[in-house]
C-alpha cells in the first residue's frame, strides 16, 4: 500500500511513523513555508526500489495532467490517450551528410497532422 496525502499530513511525527511502519509514501509540501527539519528530512529520503518506481509513476502522472490541460486549453477534439497513441507512431529522421544534419518529422496520417498543428511540430 502507498500512502498519498497533501501537505496537511506533513509532520516529523507523521512522517517518522510512516517510515517506522515501513509505508510507502508521497506528501505534498509547501517546502517553503515548513521547517527546516522537515525540509531535510524529505531531502534526506533514500530512494529505495519501490520509492524510485512510485516517483517515476508520480512524474508519468504530472506530466499526463500537463498534457491534459494543455488540450484543453487548445479545445483540442482527442483525450490525451488518444494524443499520446498517435504520438507514439510519429517519428523523426536524421540525415548525416558531410558538413551538417538534416531532420525531418514524418508526418503521415490526419491524426498526425491535426496533433503536430495542436503542438506546433512537424508540419
Not at 519501490?50 to 516517483?55: M, N
Request: charged share 35%; aromatic share 6%.
Amino acid at each position: 500500500m502507498v500512502i498519498i496525502a497533501d501537505s496537511g499530513l506533513l509532520s516529523s511525527q507523521n512522517i517518522k511513523e510512516l517510515q517506522e511502519k515501513g509505508y510507502e509514501f508521497i506528501l505534498g509540501a509547501r517546502i517553503k513555508n515548513e521547517s527546516n527539519d522537515i525540509k531535510e528530512k524529505i531531502l534526506s529520503l533514500e530512494l529505495k526500489n519501490g520509492e524510485a518506481h512510485i516517483i517515476i509513476n508520480f512524474a508519468v502522472y504530472k506530466v499526463y495532467k500537463e498534457l491534459e490541460r494543455q488540450l484543453k486549453e487548445k479545445k483540442a477534439t482527442i483525450s490525451p490517450e488518444k494524443a499520446i497513441e498517435i504520438a507514439e507512431n510519429i517519428h523523426e529522421i536524421a540525415i548525416k551528410l558531410a558538413d551538417k544534419t538534416i531532420k525531418k518529422v514524418i508526418i503521415l496520417t490526419d491524426e498526425q497532422k491535426y496533433l503536430s498543428r495542436l503542438f506546433d511540430f512537424g508540419c
